[in-house]
T-cell receptor
Framework: ETGVTQTPRHLVMGMTNKKSLKCEQH?????MYWYKQSAKKPLELMFVYNFKEQTENNSVPSRFSPECPNSSHLFLHLHTLQPEDSALYLCASSQDRRDVSGNTIYFGEGSWLTVV | GESVGLHLPTLSVQEGDNSIINCAYS??????FIWYKQESGKGPQFIIDIRSNMDKRQGQRVTVLLNKTVKHLSLQIAATQPGDSAVYFC???????????FGAGTRLAVHP
């Protein structure tokens, strides 16, 4: 139990589907993140939210749309994805992005996404 | 279990031996470092951290060493066990970029 829960753990979707990944953290943190981990690249930061405000979008295609309704919940909405988007999507949280000592990032178990 | 499948450098050790995993970081201004462990089919798990004003920190069976002169970080695991088999990532907090930068990882394989 990491304190960061992701659902679903596995998702298979067609290129025309719309789906969402959900993340919830129970750590009382204020910053939440989406990372992508694929066979071809190491951990890639996608989006950062700090106190519900998006503070970083790492040139992510618009077919990925994040949503952060509050500091405990984070969504990643998926629409018209490509097969190369198949990867492990990791949600993470940290206390506060602005403080060095609070920048330990705690990860969820990830959502395995396969686009067919 | 599932794994990401990157072609990572692999360290093979015998059960009971000590393991040393190395990491070179990129930014001399980085002031906070973390080691993560990722088991097959799971997300990265925090192991131990160290600030740049320290050169050594010990945890339970793990020690992190920081050499700022050569920008080198290492993770030492004492009495390595089969459950230590995983991919290990170092990460540096780069204040200039305001983000945690991850290394590519090292796969640790523990043999009985």
């Amino acid at each position: 139990e990491t304190g960061v829960t992701q659902t679903p753990r596995h998702l298979v979707m067609g290129m025309t589907n719309k789906k969402s990944l959900k993340c919830e953290q129970h750590l009382g943190h204020n910053a939440m993140y989406w990372y992508k981990q694929s066979a071809k690249k190491p951990l890639e930061l996608m989006f950062v939210y700090n106190f519900k405000e998006q503070t970083e979008n790492n040139s992510v295609p618009s077919r990925f749309s994040p949503e952060c309704p509050n500091s405990s919940h984070l969504f990643l909405h998926l629409h018209t994805l490509q097969p190369e988007d198949s990867a492990l999507y990791l949600c993470a949280s940290s206390q506060d992005r602005r403080d060095v000592s609070g920048n330990t990032i705690y990860f969820g178990e990830g959502s395995w996404l396969t686009v067919v | 279990g599932e794994s990401v499948g990157l072609h990572l450098p692999t360290l093979s050790v015998q059960e009971g031996d000590n393991s040393i995993i190395n990491c070179a970081y990129s930014n001399s201004a980085s002031d906070y470092f973390i080691w993560y462990k990722q088991e097959s089919g799971k997300g990265p798990q925090f192991i131990i951290d160290i600030r740049s004003n320290m050169d050594k920190r010990q945890g339970q069976r793990v020690t992190v060493l920081l050499n700022k002169t050569v920008k080198h970080l290492s993770l030492q695991i004492a009495a390595t066990q089969p459950g230590d088999s995983a991919v290990y990532f170092c990460a540096e907090w780069s204040g200039g970029y305001n983000k945690l930068i991850f290394g590519a990882g090292t796969r640790l394989a523990v043999h009985p």
